[in-house]
């Protein structure tokens, strides 16, 4: 899937709903969402969505911090609109599917770097000569979700080179305090 397609489903999903926050937007598509103990530990699940008798279902770790809480919870919203179909099969999971491979696990990433860092924002933070990883900190996103958007907006047209090159499994490597390990 290109990342045009994954722009223009995040655009009609705004559009639609008009909703920035991903819970709300998740509770306003009928996405029914969980929020349990899933463990502290850096191999502990961050989350996961399935689809199982036309319901779809993400489940959130409550042992993750707020903000990475909202990326997780985001990236499993882009596996409910992206790849709802391939989970009739499979639950998508961090034990399974996120690694380097995963051409899912790429989308959901872009997806969630869509929807949750807006171009002018990102912009803006730029244009005030604020460093690559000053921007990611300033926006409460790991680098790596930096990146990703990154790579949206050169296809978008941007003159724009990120100083790192992310995974698709970076948000495995996520810990408990929101810092990659």
């Avoid at 926050?21 to 509770?27: E, F, Y």
């Avoid at 099969?89 to 996120?98: E, G, I, Q, V």
Wanted: hydrophobic share 40%; glycine share 4%; with cysteine.
């Amino acid at each position: 899937m290109s990342i045009e397609i994954i722009c223009r489903e995040v655009s009609r999903l705004m559009q639609k709903y008009d909703e920035p926050d991903p819970w709300r937007l998740a509770n306003a598509m009928g996405i029914i969402i969980d929020v349990l103990p899933l463990g502290k530990t850096q191999n502990s699940c961050k989350g996961f969505f399935l689809y199982q008798s036309r319901k779809k279902h993400i489940t959130i770790n409550s042992d993750l911090p707020e903000t990475v809480q909202r990326i997780i919870l985001a990236h499993e919203i882009g596996h409910a609109v992206l790849h709802h179909k391939a989970a009739k099969m499979k639950t998508f999971h961090d034990f399974a599917l996120y690694d380097t491979s995963s051409q899912m696990e790429y989308e959901a990433n872009l997806f969630a770097a869509e929807y949750l860092l807006d171009d002018d924002v990102v912009a803006d933070r730029l244009s005030e000569d604020t460093f690559f990883f000053s921007v990611a900190k300033e926006l409460e996103v790991p680098p790596e979700l930096l990146d990703f958007k990154f790579r949206i907006l050169k296809r978008k047209g941007w003159l724009i080179e990120s100083p790192i090159h992310s995974n698709s499994d970076f948000l495995k490597h996520i810990s408990d305090r929101g810092e990659d390990t």
